[in-house]
Nanobody, 114 residues
């Protein structure tokens, strides 16, 4: 099982980034997928969840209206489109799914700063 995040970087406040998480080693289309983030000195927090078929999506309150999670089951990839980024969005962003235990990617750093 492998989850590989990409797309992070340095962006100015108000900017946008699109994160990708490429999955392999399991039947991607069978599992709900999530994005989490962890800021320095803080606990890891849930950003968004998308069901296996993409039919249901939930966001943490602070991300609603700014972030969009999506998936392409043909490409075994889940995405996180982040708009109107704020300095407090600075964190390492992780892809995740649960199958009898949590599986995590290595994370991708997002830094929002002028």
């Amino acid at each position: 099982v492998q989850l590989v995040e990409s797309g992070g970087g340095l962006v100015q406040p108000g900017g946008s980034l699109r994160l990708s998480c490429a999955a392999s080693g399991f039947t991607f289309s069978h599992y709900d997928m999530s994005w989490y983030r962890q800021a320095p000195g803080k606990e890891r927090e849930l950003v968004a969840v998308i069901t296996s078929d993409g039919g249901n999506i939930n966001y943490a309150d602070s991300m609603k209206g700014r972030f969009t999670i999506s998936r392409d089951n043909a490409k075994d990839t889940v995405y996180l489109q982040m708009n109107s980024l704020k300095p407090e969005d600075t964190a390492v962003y992780y892809c995740n799914f649960w199958a009898w235990r949590n599986y995590w990617g290595q994370g991708t750093q997002v830094t929002v700063s002028s």
